[in-house]
C-alpha cells in the first residue's frame, strides 16, 4: 500500500475550517484514501473514505486532487472535540495487512 | 452492536509472567487484527487474521502468539512478559463490503510490564 505523508501537527481556531493535508504520490488505482483519527488514547475511528470523487458525510469532507497525489480533509466548523490525531492512509481494500499508520497529524483546536 | 470489545482495560504484569488480551467483534467481520502503540509513534501491527481459521504475522510479532478462536474472537497471548511489552494494544476488525474497507477498533488495553 501506498506510503502517505502528513504534517506532524496544526492549530485551528474553535469554529474555523481545519484543513488537514495528506500527500499520497505513489498511491495506486485501486487505492482508496481512509482517514481515521485519535481521541486522546481512545481506539482509531473512521471518518471517511474515497477513491476519486471528492466525499463528505456527517463528519468531514474529503477533497483528492485529480491526480490522486494527494487529498485535503475538511472539518467545516471545527469544535474542541475535534482535537485529536488525524492519520490519513491508503488502502486497496485486501485488508489493513499492509498499511502503515504514521504518526499522523495532531490537531489541536484553540478556543 | 457493541462493535469491537476488549478486555481487559488494564493490566499490569511482572515480568516473566503470562496473560492473554481478549477481543470479539459482533460485525461478522473476516479480518480482525492486534496493534500496538507507543508513545508518539503510530500504530505497529503485531498480527492479524484475514479469515477464521489463519493468522499472520504483522511488523512486529516477536513474544506474541494469537488464536483465531471463531469468526468473532481474536485473543492476543504474551507468554512471558517484558517491559519491552509495556504499551497500549489495540484490537480492530475490517470486511471488505461494497466501496472500501473500513476499520473498526475497540477501546484498547494499557499494559504494563513491571
Known amino acids: 500500500d501506498a506510503k502517505t505523508t502528513q504534517p506532524p501537527s496544526m492549530d485551528c481556531a474553535e469554529g474555523r475550517a481545519a484543513n488537514l493535508p495528506c500527500n499520497h504520490s505513489?498511491?495506486?488505482?485501486?487505492?482508496?484514501v481512509y482517514w481515521y483519527r485519535q481521541i486522546h488514547s481512545q481506539g482509531p475511528q473512521y471518518i471517511i473514505h474515497?477513491?476519486?470523487n471528492n466525499e463528505t458525510n456527517e463528519m468531514a469532507s474529503l477533497i483528492i486532487t485529480e491526480d490522486r497525489k494527494s487529498s485535503t480533509l475538511i472539518l467545516p466548523h471545527a469544535t474542541l472535540r475535534d482535537t485529536a490525531v488525524y492519520y490519513c492512509?491508503?488502502?486497496?481494500?485486501?485488508?489493513?495487512?499492509?498499511?502503515?499508520f504514521g504518526i499522523g497529524t495532531k490537531l489541536q483546536v484553540i478556543p | 452492536n457493541a462493535g469491537v470489545t476488549q478486555t481487559p482495560k488494564f493490566q499490569v504484569l511482572k515480568t516473566g509472567q503470562s496473560m492473554t488480551l481478549q477481543c470479539a467483534q459482533d460485525?461478522?467481520?473476516?479480518?480482525m487484527y492486534w496493534y500496538r502503540q507507543d508513545p508518539g509513534m503510530g500504530l505497529r501491527l503485531i498480527y492479524y487474521?484475514?479469515?477464521?481459521?489463519?493468522?499472520d504475522k504483522g511488523e512486529v510479532p516477536n513474544g506474541y502468539n494469537v488464536s483465531r478462536l471463531n469468526k468473532r474472537e481474536f485473543s492476543l497471548r504474551l507468554e512471558s512478559a517484558a517491559p519491552s511489552q509495556t504499551s497500549v494494544y489495540f484490537c480492530?476488525?475490517?470486511?471488505?463490503?461494497?466501496?472500501?474497507?473500513?476499520?473498526?477498533f475497540g477501546s484498547g488495553t494499557q499494559l504494563s510490564v513491571l
Open positions: 480492530a476488525s475490517s470486511d471488505h463490503r461494497g466501496q472500501g474497507e473500513k476499520l473498526f
Open positions: 505513489t498511491i495506486s488505482g485501486n487505492e482508496y
Open positions: 474515497g477513491l476519486k
Open positions: 492512509i491508503a488502502s486497496n481494500s485486501g485488508g489493513y495487512q499492509k498499511v502503515t
Open positions: 460485525m461478522n467481520h473476516n479480518s
Open positions: 487474521s484475514a479469515s477464521e481459521g489463519t493468522t
